[in-house]
């Protein structure tokens, strides 16, 4: 294994989080093709529709998204620690709704994200920018290997995860008919 100095790493973590996961994310939601006997031709990046707006300051770890599919839109933070994700989705509440009103209604959501490897933590919140609007932050953590930065199929495993989970947390959620985002948001 080769050390990257810490230059490399940042431009990595900074490529990853602006690039690889935006364009995964862009496809939390797709077009189905239609059924048949034989695989469509049409790519998955020609049937994405979900849009993905974000914000990063080069060389911090962290960066921004804005998930806008299935008719809502999520707001989700994204940490990469060089060996360790954390991906925090956080949904807008009223009282009497807080935090444990919510996780019950993402337990099956919870516990398909702990078998893939994260683990699932929930608080309640203001957010950052609007203080008056109270919020549940969701918190899904998951350490990396350390030549994680160097390995495309561990990248790939991860980033494809994040992809699946973001948008299980999105289904579910419509199903629950619980809003990911403030109404003047959408």
């Known amino acids: ?24 994310l862009r496809a939390v939601e797709y077009e189905t093709p239609p ?5 469509s031709a049409t790519p998955l990046c020609e049937l994405r529709r979900a849009e993905v707006t974000f914000s990063h300051a080069p060389g911090s770890p962290d960066c921004l998204y804005r998930i806008g599919a299935f008719g809502d839109s999520l707001l989700m933070r994204l940490q990469l620690n060089v060996w360790r994700f954390v991906a925090i989705y956080q949904v807008p509440v009223k009282d009497p709704i807080d935090s444990n009103t919510i996780a019950p209604h993402f337990e099956r959501w919870a516990i398909g994200a702990g078998h893939a490897g994260w683990t699932i933590g929930w608080r309640d919140g203001v957010d950052p920018w609007k203080q008056e609007v109270r919020v549940v932050e969701t918190y899904c953590y998951a350490m990396m290997p350390e030549g994680f930065l160097d390995d495309p199929l561990t990248q790939l495993y991860w980033r494809t995860d994040l992809l699946q989970m973001t948008r299980a947390f999105m289904l579910e959620a419509r199903r629950m008919g619980i809003r990911l985002s403030a109404p003047d948001s959408v």
């Open 1 to 24: 294994m080769t050390r990257l100095t810490i230059a490399e790493a940042q431009s990595r973590v900074s490529r990853m989080l602006t690039h690889d996961v935006v364009e995964d």
């Open 35 to 39: 059924l048949a006997d034989a695989p």
